[in-house]
C-alpha cells in the first residue's frame, strides 16, 4: 500500500496527464499542418493511455 504522499504524488500525475492529453487534443484541432495535427493527436492519444494507466492503478489498490 503506498502512503500518503505517494499517493498525492500519483494523483498529481494523474491530473497532468489529463491536461496534457487535453492540451493536445486541442492543438490537433486547432493546426492545419496534417503532419503537425497528427503529431499532436497522437501525443493526445499518449497521454489519455497514461491517465487510463494511472486510473487502474488507482482502482487496483482500491482492493
Do not use: R, T
Amino acid at each position: 500500500m503506498l502512503d500518503e504522499k505517494s499517493i498525492s504524488l500519483v494523483k498529481e500525475q494523474l491530473n497532468n496527464e489529463y491536461v496534457l492529453y487535453k492540451k493536445y487534443l486541442n492543438y490537433s484541432n486547432m493546426i492545419f499542418d496534417s503532419e503537425l495535427k497528427n503529431i499532436c493527436y497522437e501525443s493526445s492519444l499518449k497521454h489519455k493511455d497514461n491517465y487510463q494507466s494511472i486510473v487502474s492503478y488507482l482502482d487496483s489498490l482500491k482492493g
